[in-house]
């Protein structure tokens, strides 16, 4: 046994790995118990932001009968709650980078025939401003696993932000959707790049639809043939 070896051996004896969300002793980023206790979405959902009904006698929910939005659909793959919501945020605001890797996994995962078929994944960018004070982009790693589980391209970068907008948290529907308006601008090269392509447009959580939709406007006026958001997690008002 090498000395490397050893001294990994000595290290987790005497800090043994702990999963991430409920610090038990485990070898996985996140343990197999709350893996198990994730709240997945499950059908009936709204046919065109995926949030989940009561029932299956109305394909589009009462905002979307309403609104029309720029992306061809948006889905998600659990509630932001639970085990989703504290990995989420141990992410992004306690720095533990190691759970993009296991983020990203469940994500492709649960990826279905659509969204396989995407020719191009991309993610929204932060300010320049929230970049240099969080030091990294969450999404861009979550985004970066996707794409070598799936084999779909990645694309860095590629949008830019800049309005430093309000957090959405606190925010009315109508202030969500008013607060993003305008805050990014897409480059040259992604713009000629997305022209003809289906993009897998992803984000950690959904409340409104708001900056998944400001961001399809952009892909879409560059010519992107289809347009599929799809994040970790679904919000409500009031619960981010």
């Not at 991430?20 to 709240?39: H, Y």
């Amino acid at each position: 046994m090498q000395l490397s070896e050893i001294l990994r051996a000595f290290l987790d004896l005497l800090f043994p790995p702990r999963c991430a969300v409920c610090r038990r002793i485990t070898n996985e980023i996140i343990c197999p118990d709350c893996l198990k206790s994730i709240v997945w979405i499950k059908p009936p959902v709204c046919a065109q932001c995926g949030r989940p009904l009561e029932t299956d006698r109305n394909q589009r929910c009462f905002f979307c009968q309403k609104e029309s939005f720029f992306f061809d659909r948006a889905r998600s793959i659990g509630l932001y709650e639970g085990v989703l919501k504290q990995a989420i945020n141990h992410l992004k605001f306690k720095k533990k980078k190691a759970l993009a890797l296991p983020l990203g996994v469940i994500l492709a995962d649960k990826l279905d025939a659509a969204e396989r078929k995407s020719d191009l994944i991309l993610y929204p960018p932060l300010h320049l401003k929230k970049l240099k004070k969080r030091g990294f982009n969450q999404m861009e790693l979550i985004a970066q696993t996707v794409s070598k589980v799936s084999g779909i391209p990645f694309y860095h970068g590629g949008i830019t932000r800049i309005i430093d907008t309000r957090p959405q948290f606190g925010l009315s529907r109508e202030e969500r959707w008013s607060n993003i308006s305008g805050a990014f601008i897409l480059e040259p090269d992604l713009a000629r790049e997305a022209a003809g392509k289906s993009i897998l447009l992803l984000d950690d959580i959904l409340t409104t639809g708001a900056t998944l939709n400001e961001l399809s406007k952009l892909l879409k006026t560059a010519g992107a043939s289809r347009v599929i958001a799809l994040t970790l997690t679904r919000g409500v008002l009031g619960s981010k």
